[in-house]
């Protein structure tokens, strides 16, 4: 008799898993009953961060918040910077939702990150209720792949996401992280208006950091219509990938092309690459360097020319 299989339907991956197997996010299994979460209530990682290191750059800046990870990814992407916890399974520290919700009481909130947070999905739902219940926000940074119905539970419990774009070809989603650049434009698309929106695109030397590529995708999140920021990053080899760490004056030719489309883009993992400008005057409104900020702006607008500052918190 074949053995019992059961589809997951978490996200678009769709693993179809016998009995005792687990899906390619290696936490969510098969034990007889459906797939289920096999990391809930397990942590895999937390610490206190600068909001700034998400990262989210118009978001309460300056501030703290606790942030927290399970193990498991459903990427498999090959320069994964936190591929410990991410490409593995391991027993975590076991955590309740409260516990999760009392911790976030000493900073913003509680921000679920670090690995692949939308495989602890039952997680994030129990626990963010409890967040903002205690006046803390919720934020989110995910590679956005989930299925649609369980994205739509999700987003009216977040406050903050900064999604990763690691490319705009389905060539490379297929070639280095074994998904698909559709599965994530439909999660900004769906984000975008309903909550504070950044984007991250790491820059990996010959393979997304083509000029056509950049400019096609800054349009593409221009033509969104919503207020975001986005932050082309900076690489440097990790896990399975040895190409060379990005070149600092392609990055800055990238960020030149990327701001003609739109007005908050940040070179990451660049001295001086995180200066917000305004975009009616070019007047330095807030200033970041390793995390120390020096917010000029006066209750949220520019100080030379008034312009109000996308952002929330300013």
């Not at 987003?155 to 490319?167: E, G, H, Q, R």
């Not at 992280?177 to 695109?201: D, I, N, Y």
């Not at 200066?275 to 607008?301: D, H, M, W």
Request: charged share 20%; hydrophobic share 40%.
């Amino acid at each position: 008799m074949e053995a019992m299989t059961a589809s997951c339907l978490l996200c678009p991956q769709h693993c179809q898993l016998r009995m005792g197997q687990v899906g390619r996010c290696k936490v969510r299994g098969n034990q007889g009953e459906g797939v289920q979460a096999l990391n809930y209530g397990e942590v895999a990682s937390w610490h206190l961060d600068p909001i700034e290191k998400k990262p989210l750059y118009h978001f309460y800046p300056g501030s703290w918040i606790f942030s927290v990870a399970g193990f498991g990814c459903n990427l498999s992407c090959t320069f994964c910077q936190n591929h410990e916890i991410s490409q593995i399974r391991k027993i975590g520290v076991g955590v309740t939702p409260e516990e999760l919700a009392r911790q976030a009481q000493r900073s913003l909130g509680l921000c679920f990150t670090y690995s692949e947070p939308l495989t602890w999905f039952e997680m994030i739902r129990d626990t963010a209720p409890l967040v903002r219940k205690n006046g803390g926000k919720v934020v989110l940074v995910s590679n956005g792949i989930i299925a649609p119905r369980f994205l739509e539970e999700l987003i009216p419990l977040i406050d903050a996401v900064n999604i990763d774009i690691k490319a705009f070809t389905e060539e490379f989603y297929q070639k280095y992280c074994g998904g698909k650049l559709s599965w994530v434009l439909e999660t900004v698309e769906r984000l975008a208006g309903r909550v504070h929106l950044e984007v991250t695109t790491l820059i990996i030397p010959e393979a997304n950091d083509s000029p056509a590529e950049i400019k096609e995708l800054a349009q593409w999140l221009r033509r969104l219509n919503t207020p975001l920021a986005w932050h082309l990053s900076r690489y440097f080899p990790a896990y399975k990938l040895h190409t060379p760490p990005t070149d600092r004056v392609k990055l800055l030719k990238l960020w030149e092309l990327a701001k003609e489309e739109l007005p908050y883009v940040y070179m990451g993992n660049v001295s001086g690459g995180g200066t917000t400008f305004c975009p009616q005057c070019g007047k330095a409104v807030i200033l970041r360097e390793n995390y120390e900020i020096q917010n000029l702006s006066a209750k949220g607008k520019c100080p030379s020319c008034g312009k109000e500052i996308f952002g929330v918190g300013l």
